[in-house]
Nanobody, 128 residues
Framework: QVQLVESGGGLVQAGGSLRLSCAAS????????MGWFRQAPGKEREFVAA????????YYADSVKGRFTISRDNAKNTVYLQMNSLKPEDTAVYYC?????????????????????WGQGTQVTVSS
């Protein structure tokens, strides 16, 4: 079992920044690929960003590329999402997920269904 706890959400004006954190406990954190996803009201959960197990490879949705940065500190069992130049359309509940399986294949890290563990989510609201 892996427990994930997100934090750092809040209300911010358009153009502002937030840094989300996802703290993991339980199994060995470095054995998991980590992803950030978001879900807006009435919409499906969508991929935002992902990091492979050692943080050497990172991936982003086109909608956040150049504005968001995912990073991880395996010594602290934590993955981060730095969000800059926020837009109202970034408003959503943000979730982190942990995937114990190797990422083999094209953009497999974007699939919600492959993540084994999820946090409870943190609300991000961007006002215009």
């Amino acid at each position: 079992q892996v427990q994930l706890v997100e934090s750092g959400g809040g209300l911010v004006q358009a153009g502002g920044s937030l840094r989300l954190s996802c703290a993991a406990s339980g199994r060995t954190f470095s054995n998991y690929g980590m992803g950030w996803f978001r879900q807006a009201p009435g919409k499906e959960r969508e991929f935002v960003a992902a990091s492979n197990r050692n943080g050497g490879s990172t991936y982003y949705a086109d909608s956040v590329k150049g504005r968001f940065t995912i990073s991880r500190d395996n010594a602290k069992n934590t993955v981060y999402l730095q969000m800059n130049s926020l837009k109202p359309e970034d408003t959503a509940v943000y979730y982190c997920g942990a995937d114990r399986n190797p990422w083999v294949g094209y953009r497999v890290y974007e699939s919600v269904g492959r993540y084994d563990y999820w946090g409870q989510g943190t609300q991000v609201t961007v006002s215009s």
